[in-house]
C-alpha cells in the first residue's frame, strides 16, 4: 500500500486532520454556546446568571485550556507519548461535553474541569505528531500543515451551525415539544453535537493508528536519574494543579471567606499574572548578553498578545451576546440562530490566507522595514477598529443590520492574520538558547492571560453601557499599538530584532495555536533589513485612491441607498485614480504604489457589503402609521347631547357621515386591529 496520499502526503496526515477537526468542532460548537447558555434564565433552560458570573467562568475556562497545554505537553514527551496522550485527551474531551449535555450544575463544572484536562492532552501533542510525519527537510511540511490548519478552520466552521441550531432554532425546539420533551433541553443538544464530534474524531483516530507507526510512541528513557527526575516533577504538576482547588475548598467551607464565581477567577487571575510575570524573569535571567535583548522584544510581543486576545476573544462573549441581544438575526426573510456569527471567522481566515501569505512573502522578499513586532501593532490597530465599526450599532434602540457583525469579524480576521501566523515562532527564535520548554509557556500564558481578561471585560457588560466599554477598549488597544510601534522601530533601527534571533536553519513552524495555513509558507528569514527607500515623493493618485476607498465605508454602513450611490461614485473615482496611481509610480518610480493596490480590494469589499445590504440583510420596513380617527369621533359637536346607546344603530347615510341625531361611532382601523391581534 502506497504511504502517500493522492496529494502526494504521508497517509499518516489523514487521521490527524480529521481527528483535529472533530476536536475543534467539539470545542467551537460548546464556545459558540458557552456564554449564552451560562446568561440564558432558568426559564429558557440556561443557569440565570449575572453577566459578570459568565464573564468569570468564560475567562478561566478559556485561560485554562491554554494553560493545561503546557503541563500536558510535557507529560505527552516525558511519559506517554504524543499518541496516546491525544487519544486520552479525546475520551476526556468527549465525557466533559456528555457531562455538559446533562441538566446539572454540578455535571456543568465537572464538564468543564474534564473539558481544561482532555484539551490540555490533545491540543498540542496532535499538531506536535503533524511535524513528525516528516523530516526536517521535507518540501511538503509546508503543504501538509496547510492542509492540517484547514482541518481546523473546517471544525470551527461547521460546529457554530450545527451546535447552535440545536441550541437555538425554534424550529428543534418545536421538534422537541412534539415528541414530548421540553424545549427548554434544547441547550444540551447542542453540548451533546459537540460529544458526538469528539467520538468520531476519536474512532477516526483509532482506526487510522496503523498509518501511525512510530509516530508519537512513548519516550524510552534509559537513564535512572532522568526518570527520578521526571517523576519528581510529574508529582510536582499534579500537586500544583491540585493544591488551588484543594486550598480554596478549605477556606470556603471553612466559613472563612465565601466562595462565588467573581472571587474564585480574582485568585485565578493574580496567579495567572504571576506565572506570565515569573516566565519572563526566569527568561531574563538565564539570558547572557545580547540574549537579554531578545527577551525584551519578547515581552514586547507578548504584551501585543495579552492585549489582541484581550480583544479578539470578545467572539465568545461580548460579541456573542450582541448577536443574541441586539441584531436583526435574518437573512433572506429567515431568522437564523445568533450563534452562525461564529462561523463567519473560519470563512474570512480560509479565503484571506492565501493573500496574507503571499503579502508577507512580498515583504520579506524586498526586506522591508517592517518586523514582528510591527506586525503586530498592525494586528491591534485592526482588532481596535473592528470595535470603532461597532460603535455605532452599540447606541442603536433598536435591532442592528447583522453587516454590523460581518464587519467586525472582518477587520478582526484580519487583525488575526497579521498576528497569528509569527507569534510563536519569533518567540522561539529570540528565546535564550537556554530557555527550553519555557519559550512555549510565554506563548500560551500570553494567550491565556487574554483570554482571562476577554472573560472579565464581558462580565463588565452588565454594569457599564456598551458604546463607553468599547470606547474604552478602543482607547487602550490603541496606546498598546503606538507602543508597538515605537517598538518596532527601536527594533529596527537601534537593535534589528533579526539580529537577535537564533538561526535555526528554517523557521519553526507554529504547530502549537490555531495558527492559519498562512502560518506555513511566510518566511521573515534572519537578514537584516534594509532602510525604507529615501525618495520622499509619493503619488498623489495613490494616496487619493486609498482615501477615497476608506472614505466610502462610513456612508455605506446604515443607509443602502446612499450606500449604492456612493459605491458607484466614490468607488469608481477610487479605481480610477489606483489605476492612473499604478501608472505613475512605475512610469516616475515614485512611493505609493502600495496605497493604489490596496484601493481596489477595499473599494471591492464596498461594493459588496452594499449588495449584501441592499438586497440580503435588507432593514426591515417601517410599519405604516394608523389614520387618525375622524374629527366627530374625537370632539363631537357641542349642539349634539350625549344619549344613551340605542340598541340596534341607525343604518349610516351613504356618504358615510353620521347624523345630528345619531352620532355613529368611529371604526376601529383594520391596521390597529391586525396589529395588536387578539388578546
Known amino acids: 500500500m502506497s504511504q502517500e496520499t493522492p496529494a502526494g502526503q504521508p497517509r499518516g496526515l489523514s487521521p490527524l486532520f480529521f481527528t483535529e477537526m472533530w476536536e475543534r468542532f467539539s470545542f467551537y460548537g460548546m464556545r459558540a454556546i458557552f456564554a449564552l447558555f451560562m446568561a440564558a434564565p432558568l426559564t429558557k433552560g440556561g443557569l440565570g446568571y449575572t453577566k459578570s458570573q459568565a464573564g468569570a467562568i468564560l475567562g478561566m475556562y478559556m485561560a485554562a485550556v491554554y494553560m493545561m497545554s503546557l503541563p500536558g505537553g510535557w507529560i505527552a514527551d516525558k511519559y506517554l507519548g504524543q499518541r496516546r496522550a491525544v487519544f486520552i485527551g479525546g475520551v476526556i474531551i468527549m465525557i466533559g461535553h456528555v457531562l455538559l449535555a446533562l441538566p446539572s450544575v454540578l455535571f456543568f463544572y465537572l464538564g468543564l474541569v474534564s473539558l481544561v484536562i482532555g484539551t490540555g492532552f490533545l491540543k498540542p501533542n496532535v499538531s506536535t505528531m503533524v511535524g513528525q510525519l516528516y523530516s526536517a527537510k521535507d518540501p511538503r511540511i509546508d503543504a501538509g500543515f496547510s492542509i492540517f490548519y484547514m482541518g481546523i478552520n473546517v471544525g470551527a466552521f461547521v460546529s457554530p451551525i450545527i451546535c447552535g441550531f440545536l441550541a437555538q432554532s425554534d424550529s428543534f425546539k418545536a421538534f422537541l415539544a412534539s415528541n414530548g420533551i421540553s424545549p427548554q433541553s434544547s441547550w444540551h443538544f447542542g453540548f451533546g453535537a459537540a460529544a458526538v464530534g469528539m467520538a468520531l474524531g476519536l474512532v477516526i483516530f483509532h482506526f487510522g493508528t496503523r498509518t501511525l507507526t ?29 493544591a488551588g482547588p484543594a486550598i480554596l475548598s478549605t477556606i470556603h467551607f471553612a466559613g472563612v471567606w465565601s466562595l462565588t464565581q467573581e472571587r474564585i477567577s480574582n485568585v485565578f487571575g493574580v496567579v495567572l499574572i504571576a506565572l506570565f510575570l515569573g516566565t519572563f524573569a526566569m527568561l531574563y535571567r538565564k539570558a547572557k548578553g545580547t540574549e537579554r535583548k531578545g527577551v525584551q522584544a519578547m515581552f514586547v510581543l507578548a504584551i501585543g498578545c495579552v492585549a489582541f486576545f484581550s480583544l479578539f476573544e470578545q467572539a465568545a462573549g461580548t460579541m456573542n451576546a450582541f448577536a443574541d441581544e441586539r441584531t436583526r438575526n435574518v437573512a433572506f426573510g429567515n431568522p437564523f440562530p445568533s450563534t452562525w456569527y461564529q462561523s463567519i471567522n473560519s470563512v474570512f481566515i480560509i479565503l484571506l490566507s492565501p493573500l ?39 447606541r442603536a434602540t433598536s435591532l442592528v443590520s447583522p453587516l454590523y457583525l460581518v464587519m467586525f469579524y472582518f477587520m478582526s480576521t484580519v487583525a488575526e492574520l497579521f498576528l497569528s501566523p509569527v507569534g510563536l515562532s519569533s518567540m522561539s527564535k529570540l528565546a535564550p538558547a537556554s530557555a527550553g520548554g519555557l519559550v512555549m509557556g510565554t506563548w500560551f500564558l500570553s494567550t491565556s492571560n487574554g483570554d482571562y481578561i476577554a472573560g472579565r471585560v464581558h462580565g463588565l457588560t452588565g454594569d457599564i453601557a456598551l458604546d463607553t466599554l468599547f470606547t474604552w477598549l478602543i482607547v487602550g488597544v490603541f496606546i498598546v499599538a503606538a507602543l508597538m510601534f515605537v517598538a518596532g522601530s527601536y527594533f529596527t533601527r537601534k537593535v534589528p530584532l533579526e539580529s537577535l534571533m537564533r538561526d535555526s536553519g528554517k523557521d519553526d513552524a507554529d504547530t502549537s495555536s490555531d495558527a492559519l495555513p498562512s502560518a506555513q509558507v511566510v518566511k521573515d528569514g534572519s537578514a537584516t533589513p534594509r532602510r525604507a527607500d529615501p525618495a520622499t515623493t509619493v503619488s498623489g493618485d495613490s494616496i487619493a485612491a486609498f482615501a477615497t476607498s476608506v472614505a466610502v465605508w462610513p456612508l455605506v454602513l446604515d443607509d443602502p441607498k446612499l450606500g449604492g450611490i456612493v459605491v ?45 445590504k441592499i438586497f440580503v440583510f435588507p432593514s426591515p420596513a417601517a410599519a405604516p402609521t394608523p389614520p387618525a380617527p375622524p374629527a366627530a369621533a374625537v370632539a363631537p359637536a357641542a349642539a349634539a347631547p350625549a344619549a344613551p346607546a340605542a340598541p340596534a344603530a341607525p343604518a349610516a347615510p351613504a356618504s358615510g357621515a353620521p347624523t345630528a341625531e345619531a352620532p355613529a361611532a368611529p371604526p376601529v382601523p383594520a391596521m390597529i386591529e391586525t396589529a395588536t391581534g387578539p388578546q
Not at 490597530?381 to 461597532?390: R, Y
Open 356 to 394: 496574507f501569505a503571499w503579502m508577507f512573502t512580498r515583504i520579506s522578499a524586498r526586506k522591508l522595514p517592517f518586523n514582528d513586532i510591527k506586525k503586530f501593532g498592525v494586528a491591534l490597530v485592526f482588532i481596535g477598529l473592528a470595535f470603532v465599526f461597532m460603535l455605532p450599532a452599540s
Open 568 to 612: 458607484a461614485i466614490l468607488g469608481t473615482s477610487s479605481v480610477v485614480l489606483a489605476v492612473r496611481g499604478l501608472a505613475e509610480s512605475k512610469r516616475h518610480g515614485v512611493g505609493g504604489a502600495r496605497f493604489a493596490k490596496a484601493a481596489v480590494p477595499i473599494t471591492v469589499a464596498a461594493a459588496l457589503y452594499a449588495i449584501l
Open 214 to 242: 512510530g509516530i508519537g510512541a512513548p519516550p524510552v528513557i534509559t537513564d535512572p536519574a532522568a526518570r527520578a527526575r521526571n517523576k519528581k516533577t510529574l508529582l510536582r504538576i499534579i500537586a500544583a494543579l491540585a
